[in-house]
């Protein structure tokens, strides 16, 4: 599978350590409780510092689907078609995610959908969002 791996200082910070353990976490607010993504040492919602990680729950709704046919950088070429989803997590976190290579669904906004973390290697794993029942948690 063809993806952009983000620079070893970017795996290093929480968000993707978790995932290369497994699990998807979110930024919290220790304050008022919000998540928040991208993750931020202010919480936006009421500007605490007081910010730590929580696991998210990985249910989802489907709040929309493109389908890209054209690379944007030569190392997708193989990749088209993909598709991208933009996904809203029961914590109120939106989120860009994607269809894994290889994977076709029948999407449809609105639907409910259940995170899969797929590891690429040992320090880098992202968060996609399969239909529920299709093989997401
Ligand atoms: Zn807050």
């Not at 995932?19 to 919602?45: M, Q, R, V, W, Y």
Request: net charge negative; charged share 20%; with cysteine.
């Amino acid at each position: 599978m063809t993806v952009i791996r983000p620079s070893d200082e970017y795996l290093e910070q929480p968000y993707y350590r978790h995932l290369a353990e497994g699990t998807l976490h979110l930024n919290c607010c220790n304050d008022c409780g919000a998540a928040h993504h991208p993750p931020s040492p202010i919480c936006p919602k009421c500007r605490s510092f007081n910010t730590g990680w929580k696991p998210a729950s990985g249910r989802a709704t489907l709040n929309s689907f493109a389908e890209a046919r054209h690379a944007v950088h030569p190392m997708l070429g193989p990749k088209v078609p993909y598709v991208i989803t933009l996904v809203d997590l029961e914590e109120g976190v939106r989120l860009v995610s994607g269809i894994p290579e290889g994977m076709r669904f029948d999407l449809k906004v609105g639907m409910p959908l259940e995170c899969k973390v797929i590891r690429f290697d040992e320090a880098f794993a992202l968060p996609y969002f399969l239909p529920v029942g299709e093989g997401g948690a």
